[in-house]
Every structure is written in structure tokens, then in C-alpha cells.
């Protein structure tokens, strides 16, 4: 079955960095989209990042534009969000995604907390 597992969470200081990854399985990872998104307290689940099947495009919010960066490894069923210069208001719960077969996959996701 579908599955994914998202790591790479913890507390960081405003204006650190970290990076999330997404391990991927029971699918063929390849030929699939993958997106990130985050939940933050209170607020509604908000689209993050989105990166094509090959690789070769991506997409972001406006809020993590030239700060985040998305990336994939084919070989390893792999999503990675390299996140720089990171704010208190990037707290949150990152989930990644997978739209397979008219359905959406989730993971459990990985806490992110920005705070001094």
C-alpha cells in the first residue's frame, strides 16, 4: 500500500535551516507529482512546494518563495524540502503528498518549530 513518511523536523532558531524528507513507497514514485504542505496551529493545511514527476519543474507559495527549495530522488523514491532563513511563522506540521489514481496520499507528517 501507499506510503509515506516524512522526518527531518525539530526546533530551530529564526533564521536557521533544515531539511525534511519524504520517503515514498507502494507506488511508482516516478511518474508522480509529490507537494508539501504544512498545518499550522489553528489554521488550515497550506499548500508548500510542488515538484513534477521528472524533476524539472516546481512550484511554490508565495510565502517560502526564495527560501525553500524542493527536490526529488527518482532512485530513492525520495522528496526533499530544503528550507533556509526560516521564521517563527513557518511553525508548523509538514506533511508531504501523492495524487495517485484520482486520490490524495498523505503522510503523517514532521513537526517544524522556528523559535529563539
Known amino acids: 500500500q501507499v506510503q509515506l513518511v516524512e522526518s527531518g523536523g525539530g526546533l530551530v532558531q529564526p533564521g536557521g535551516s533544515l531539511r525534511l524528507s519524504c520517503a515514498a513507497s507502494?507506488?511508482?514514485?516516478?511518474?508522480?507529482?509529490m507537494t508539501w504542505y504544512r498545518q499550522a496551529p489553528g489554521k488550515e493545511r497550506e499548500f508548500v512546494a510542488l515538484?513534477?514527476?521528472?524533476?524539472?519543474?516546481?512550484g511554490y507559495a508565495a510565502s517560502v518563495k526564495g527560501r525553500f527549495t524542493i527536490s526529488r530522488d527518482n532512485a530513492k523514491n525520495t522528496v526533499s524540502l530544503q528550507m533556509n532563513s526560516l521564521k517563527p511563522e513557518d511553525t508548523a506540521v509538514y506533511y508531504c503528498?501523492?495524487?495517485?489514481?484520482?486520490?490524495?496520499?498523505w503522510g503523517k507528517g514532521t513537526l517544524v518549530t522556528v523559535s529563539s
Open positions: 503528498k501523492a495524487f495517485i489514481n484520482v486520490r490524495d496520499y
Open positions: 507502494g507506488f511508482t514514485f516516478s511518474v508522480h507529482p
Open positions: 515538484i513534477t514527476s521528472s524533476g524539472a519543474n516546481t
